[in-house]
């Protein structure tokens, strides 16, 4: 075990150090610095401003210097606030950390809590709705549902502040700056926990169900043991025993993720700190932040998995007792026996998997709305702008910012261009992007995780070290990046779009290992 986890730290610790190369060269691939922003400084005093935080130094250079001064613990100094980044994080962190932690409490409270109570109500008016928000979840925007909030919460209700960490001008101290920080804090927090919940609810769900279908769960309740007893003590213990593993990419994720709501809510976390340092430049902020989350990212990757244990104990009405998993597989394997019949499977005529699955799909009511809804909106991004009466940068600026009309059916932007025909446009490239992408990604996974598989020893730990690796990086400061070197490269913007490609599907790739 100590060797185990001596190795887990040395790989840790190097994968860091290729991360920091790998940010750091990309920071510096990026056009311009700090101070070539300011356009009132003369050249003269330009050079001595770079000559003087060594930003005139050749980038590999930079690089040693700045992991000198980590080694001593030092993180450099950040130029737009004048303060050093130790002190910075120290204030920035916290706040992000309060807000993260209140949001995965949150999340896994209302998801175990709802996932098990609609597994045990399977195909319920409870499960139906539980599925349609679930969806809703994952398929609503952060900022949509966030600028939502605000409209309604703050701006119409009044009942919350409309963002910030305590009102404007306030010297509240003590218990009443307590409440003035929870009270502000709600909105970001409950937007973050809902959109984690989602998927958490839809897992546990599913977990609970496939837990109530085993065997153990019939062989209790065969011996007489209450249902409120078989759900709680066994089904809900061995459903949460996988999802532990879940824990440890919840806070990195809503650090990460938070980049956007911290934005919007005017909250001062790390992720609108991060956001500010990439815009200015400001790279020593900027180097330490995104190390921060790729080391949070790196440790959850290297949580240890729980093992489901072989006897499971089980205490209600004053009487314990023990079930033996290998009587339980040795009866799994009788039954199997059994359903053969003269040297052939019973279920032999039986259509194939995906069949099934496809006639299952089609005969299924919500899949089947879905399925239409996203042919409809197919059809109409492939085939609609060749039937609008509209070009897509069409100006008619007596008739900009209309109502939807039998002319306009969504409307005008403030240009009088056609609301309609530009989503239909837009969809033509979201869904380029979107599906060649995925595509790609899964195309690349499968091809680098059977070779893992396939061939094992050192080549699938450097293989799943470098997935670790590119797991590890922020999905947006990277694609932001990237957008600022395709711009100074003067990239054509026909050739911009493989290029997004590409790196969706580098960053949203999983390999599948077999």
Same mark, same amino acid.
């Given at each position: ?50 000559? %003087? ?128 920080? %929870? ?28 837990? %109530? ?96 244990? %072989? ?204």
């Amino acid at each position: 075990m100590l060797r185990y986890t001596l190795r887990r730290f040395a790989q840790m610790v190097f994968m860091l150090f290729l991360l920091s190369i790998l940010v750091f060269f990309l920071f510096a691939l990026m056009p311009g610095d700090f101070f070539s922003g300011n356009r009132k400084l003369k050249p003269a005093r330009l050079a001595e401003l770079r000559a %003087l935080y060594g930003l005139d130094q050749p980038t590999i250079v930079r690089y040693f210097i700045w992991l000198k001064n980590v080694f001593h613990g030092d993180f450099g100094w950040s130029l737009q606030y004048n303060e050093p980044v130790t002190r910075l994080l120290k204030t920035y962190m916290m706040n992000s950390f309060i807000v993260a932690l209140a949001a995965v409490v949150i999340a896994w409270t209302v998801a175990v809590v709802i996932g098990v109570f609609s597994a045990t109500h399977q195909y319920s008016l409870v499960d139906k709705l539980v599925t349609v928000v679930v969806f809703a979840s994952l398929s609503f925007p952060s900022f949509f549902i966030g600028l939502l909030a605000i409209k309604f919460f703050a701006v119409d209700l009044r009942w919350l502040p409309t963002g910030g960490m305590v009102d404007t001008g306030s010297n509240s101290t003590g218990f009443a700056y307590v409440l003035e920080v %929870l009270r502000h804090m709600i909105m970001p927090t409950l937007l973050l926990a809902f959109f984690s919940a989602g998927s958490l609810t839809r897992y546990f769900r599913s977990e609970m169900l496939d837990v %109530l279908r085993m065997d153990f769960v019939r062989c209790a309740r065969a011996r007489g043991i209450s249902e409120r007893s078989v759900v709680s003590a066994i089904a809900l213990r061995n459903a949460l025993l996988p999802a532990i593993t879940l824990l440890a990419f919840e806070i990195p994720g809503l650090f990460s993720g938070a980049i956007i709501t911290e934005q919007i809510f005017n909250w001062p976390g790390i992720g609108s700190i991060q956001l500010t340092a990439l815009n200015a430049r400001d790279y020593e902020v900027l180097m330490t932040c995104t190390l921060l989350l790729s080391f949070l990212t790196i440790l959850a990757n290297s949580w240890p998995t729980s093992c489901m244990p %072989l006897r499971i104990h089980v205490s209600g009405w004053r009487r314990k007792f023990r079930i033996d998993m290998k009587l339980l597989r040795s009866e799994s394997r009788s039954r199997s026996q059994r359903s053969v019949n003269g040297g052939k499977m019973q279920n032999s005529g039986v259509r194939p998997l995906w069949y099934r699955n496809l006639v299952r799909l089609t005969h299924t009511r919500a899949a089947a709305v879905s399925i239409a809804t996203l042919v409809l909106v197919l059809v109409l991004s492939v085939l609609g702008p060749l039937f609008s009466p509209y070009g897509q940068n069409q100006l008619d600026v007596p008739n900009a910012e209309q109502g939807p009309t039998l002319d306009h059916l969504l409307g005008t932007d403030d240009y009088g261009r056609d609301i309609l025909t530009r989503l239909m446009y837009a969809g033509r490239i979201s869904l380029t992007i979107g599906l060649a992408s995925t595509v790609l990604s899964v195309v690349l996974g499968a091809t680098i995780g059977i070779a893992s598989g396939y061939f094992g020893g050192w080549i699938d730990a450097v293989i799943m070290r470098m997935a670790d690796l590119l797991m590890s990086i922020p999905s947006l400061p990277l694609l932001i990046i990237m957008a600022a070197l395709l711009s100074e490269f003067k990239v054509p913007a026909s050739s911009r779009i493989y290029v997004v490609m590409v790196m969706l599907s580098i960053i949203a790739g999983r390999v599948c290992r077999a």
